[in-house]
T-cell receptor, first 113, second 117 residues
Framework: DAKTTQPNSMESNEEEPVHLPCNHS???????IHWYRQLPSQGPEYVIH???SNVNNRMASLAIAEDRKSSTLILHRATLRDAAVYYC??????????????FGQGTTLQVKP | DTGVSQDPRHKITKRGQNVTFRCDPI?????LYWYRQTLGQGPEFLTY????????KSRLLSDRFSAERPKGSFSTLEIQRTEQGDSAMYLC???????????????FGPGTRLTVL
């Protein structure tokens, strides 16, 4: 699985939007971009995924660059409960893939009241 | 709650002892994964099952580690002759098989925190 690069940490104020960047310059055509987050003392949880087009769900939005070499996870209004480590992960598509996730260091998001 | 459950949540053991952890995935999920997470690091893949078959093992899984999923439902991870370096959070996740290799969400349990003294 291709590698991703994320900032180690970011800060946000409560109720403001947060843009979490991820670089993946070696992404291949079949790689999906996944985001998971891990709240303190919990297992990771799925946030969102995409391939080429921007995606929205109830938790967040995913903006994917046209060349797919970078993406941004957008939390529209950060709350204190969004304080977590956010992981950007590339997963190969195709029928042979195992589904395993290769986590990097992630971005630790602090949300200030 | 019908999510992924793990037991025990915490385990303290002495070096050299054997430990076994259990994971109960979401009932209809074909795939089950084990990961290990040390402090300040992201989770690392250990092994995965599709139904009862163990299809991949990481090189991190030394011969002291063994995992089973006997009837394609719950899974156990055993560590023999524990070492202090085995201290970590052990996470279990499950997922559907997915369609034609498309992306599938993994659901994680709360983890078992192992401390080896």
């Amino acid at each position: 699985d291709a590698k991703t690069t994320q900032p180690n940490s970011m800060e946000s104020n409560e109720e403001e939007p947060v843009h979490l960047p991820c670089n993946h310059s070696t992404i291949s055509g079949t790689d999906y971009i996944h985001w998971y987050r891990q709240l303190p003392s919990q297992g990771p949880e799925y946030v969102i995924h995409g391939l080429t087009s921007n995606v929205n769900n109830r938790m967040a939005s995913l903006a994917i660059a046209e060349d797919r070499k970078s993406s941004t996870l957008i939390l529209h209004r950060a709350t204190l409960r969004d304080a977590a480590v956010y992981y950007c992960i590339l997963k190969e598509g195709g029928s042979g893939n195992t589904g395993k996730l290769i986590f990097g260091q992630g971005t630790t998001l602090q949300v200030k009241p | 709650d019908t999510g992924v459950s793990q037991d025990p949540r915490h385990k303290i053991t002495k070096r050299g002892q054997n430990v076994t952890f259990r994971c109960d995935p979401i009932s209809e999920h074909n795939r089950l994964y084990w990961y290990r997470q040390t402090l300040g690091q992201g989770p690392e893949f250990l092994t995965y099952f599709q139904n009862e078959a163990q299809l991949e093992k990481s090189r991190l899984l030394s011969d002291r580690f063994s995992a089973e999923r006997p009837k394609g439902s719950f899974s156990t991870l055993e560590i023999q002759r524990t070492e202090q370096g085995d201290s970590a959070m052990y996470l279990c996740a499950s997922s559907h098989l997915g369609l034609a290799g498309g992306p599938v969400e993994q659901f994680f349990g709360p983890g078992t925190r192992l401390t080896v003294l």
